[in-house]
């Protein structure tokens, strides 16, 4: 069986998405015995996206460069309390509690073991344009770092999965009778559209 195993840091923001993968063996920097370090993610001024209207998740429309500097005005601001961390932490605060006011914005770092199978499922669902894009970046990452090592694996991936489409019951259905989905189902009926524009249907 081919394993990886990966050092990754992270925002703490998107090590809560990622572990929801419970696929791999996780040993996960401790805030509860260690000081946490002054690291922070903070996005560019052009690159905050706005809210999909379309679903809950992010968008990929960028909002207007005001809203962006106020917001990183902001994360400026929040990321002043890591003094306040330090301070309480020579006070003598455990560091347990003195961690709680830290933002899902402050780095963790874990070694993460995971099997090549898992590994590109994980791959094709955090690769793919509907992730949050910062999971993406690292998600690309790892698949550039593993490509060179598992060049026939990697292809087949790609091949068969990742750019391949796949179809349902009543999508094969459509296609054979030239009729709309027969679904009133607003999600798969939006997959449907999507499915279509790549078929050049």
């Known amino acids: ?12 923001f998107i090590a809560r998405q990622w ?8 040993n996960e920097y401790s805030a509860r ?16 996206r706005k809210q999909s209207a379309g679903n809950r998740q992010g968008g990929t429309e960028i909002a ?21 961390y330090e301070k309480f932490i020579e006070k003598g605060v455990s560091r347990e509690l003195a961690r709680i006011a830290l933002p899902v914005s402050v780095y963790t770092e874990w070694y993460w073991k995971i099997d090549l199978h898992n590994l590109f499922h994980f791959l094709s669902l955090r690769m793919d344009p509907h992730a949050q894009q910062e999971i993406q970046d690292y998600a690309r990452a790892m698949f550039a770092l593993i ?4 060049p026939i ?7 068969y999965n990742f750019e391949s489409l796949h179809l349902s019951r009543l999508e ?8 709309p989905l027969a679904s009133e189902n607003k999600r798969e009926n939006a997959e449907w559209i999507e499915k279509k524009k790549k078929l050049g249907l």
């Open 64 to 84: 207007d460069e005001m809203t962006g500097r106020e917001f990183c005005g902001w994360l400026d601001e929040v990321e002043k309390n890591y003094s306040k």
């Open 1 to 12: 069986m081919v394993e990886f195993k990966f050092h990754h840091v992270m925002p703490i």
């Open 153 to 159: 694996a990697a292809e087949a991936f790609v091949d």
């Open 33 to 48: 015995y260690s000081v946490v370090r002054d690291r922070f993610y903070h996005p560019s001024i052009d690159s905050i």
């Open 172 to 179: 094969v259905e459509a296609i054979k009778s030239g009729k």
């Open 19 to 26: 572990i929801r993968h419970r696929t791999a063996n996780v």
């Open 147 to 150: 490509q060179p090592i598992v």
